[in-house]
């Protein structure tokens, strides 16, 4: 019902920044977040919004560092991301609730060098 679009990812020096954006169709959640997933390592929560108040959350190694926002009108979350560091390394998926129900996006990979 709900689809997810990732776009932004790519490579970056040790300092630098990006933004990931993800586009939603379909029927608007409750809540959407992004999660990041390195190789052999457990996915994991990176920041999280809800849809209608803007209330947000992050993990306790990106805060201060990414800031998670949205547009409504654009129907769009964004991640801003910046002082990357080589550790941030990672596919990035954005992730949306609704009703109890999870959706997932196809992922980004960021990679961030030395």
């Known amino acids: 019902q709900v689809q997810l679009v990732e776009s932004g990812g790519g490579f970056m020096q040790d300092g630098g920044s990006l933004r990931l954006s993800c586009v939603v169709s379909?029927?608007?959640?409750?809540?959407t977040a992004w999660f990041r997933q390195a190789p052999g390592k457990e996915r994991r929560l990176v920041a999280a919004i809800r849809w209608m108040d803007a209330y947000s959350r992050y993990a306790d190694t990106v805060k201060g560092r990414f800031t998670i926002s949205r547009d409504n009108a654009k129907n769009t979350v964004y991640l801003q991301m910046n002082s990357l560091k080589p550790e941030d390394t990672a596919v990035y998926l954005c992730?949306?609730?609704?009703?109890?129900?999870?959706?997932w996006g196809q992922g980004t990979q960021v990679t961030v060098s030395s």
């Open positions: 379909g029927p608007t959640p409750g809540i």
């Open positions: 992730y949306a609730q609704r009703y109890g129900s999870v959706y």
